[in-house]
């Protein structure tokens, strides 16, 4: 049991997913697991674990941006033993070719800040994903029908964004897509030699201003969970 996270030594898998959301760990873990059970509930940052394909794992959420994230991700990795890291969830697609509902696999996570830039101070740290993870999630996709990016993508630490100009520029970078958590992610495992990776589902675009309607977003993030747990388990 840590600050944060409810659950007792060895509830917690050393696989573990973690969407921003704790209701869709609720809706992952119920649809994706054998008997998932509830093993945290502080805060209603739910968190469960049960098994895939005989492989046990834990879907836990983050909550939205790098500063949560970090506080679920640190307890995870250094009190829990998690191993194996992999954020799923929702970003903004950045470039024309990338549409709603397309899976990101995030090579790399740029971002301006991240909660550990009081270490690098003016050294920009490059985070990126774990490579069997990547190779694995990339295989995984290239089975299934969903159109599957692997690229850079950026860590905003804001949802409601006030800088156009650095938006352009990150598309002009070739970056695919935004979100808040994935950078902060890659940075920890990279410090306690842990993997991680980032599947992420485009769930709006800034450029068209197109959004999945909210009945929409569980239905449509089904091939990212699987892609995930199969990149795991590979
Ligand atoms: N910006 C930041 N994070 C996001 C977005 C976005 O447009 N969409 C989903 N997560």
Same mark, same amino acid.
């Given at each position: 049991m840590t600050i944060h996270i409810g659950a007792e030594?060895?509830?917690? @898998?050393?696989t573990v997913l973690m969407p921003g959301d704790p209701y869709r760990a609720k809706w992952a873990a119920e649809t994706f697991l054998e008997s998932p059970e509830l093993v945290n509930e502080t805060r209603g940052m739910l968190g469960f674990t049960g098994h895939w394909r005989g492989n046990r794992v834990t879907i836990q959420g983050s909550g939205m941006g790098m500063p949560s994230l970090s506080i679920y991700a640190n307890e995870l990795i250094?009190?829990?033993? @998690?191993?194996t890291l992999i954020r799923i969830g929702s970003c903004g697609g950045m470039q024309e070719h990338v549409a709603l509902r397309d899976v990101i696999i995030a090579m790399t996570a740029s971002a301006v800040?991240?909660?550990s830039a009081t270490i690098f101070r003016e050294f920009a740290f490059a985070p990126c994903a774990d490579w069997s993870l990547l190779q694995a999630a990339a295989a995984a996709a290239g089975r299934r029908e969903v159109k599957t990016h692997v690229g850079g993508i950026y860590s905003s630490d804001?949802?409601?964004?006030?800088?156009p100009d650095l938006n352009e520029q990150m598309v002009r970078h070739g970056i695919l897509g935004v979100e808040m958590e994935a950078a902060e992610l890659y940075t920890l495992a990279a410090r306690y030699g842990c993997r991680a990776l980032a599947v992420l589902t485009v769930?709006?675009?800034?450029?068209?201003?197109e959004a999945l309607p909210a009945a929409e977003r569980q239905s449509s993030f089904g091939d990212m969970v699987e892609i995930a747990l199969e990149a795991a388990f590979a």
């Open positions: 030594p060895g509830q917690i @898998a050393e250094r009190d829990f033993g @998690a191993k800040s991240t909660p804001v949802f409601y964004d006030e800088r769930s709006d675009h800034l450029s068209t201003g």
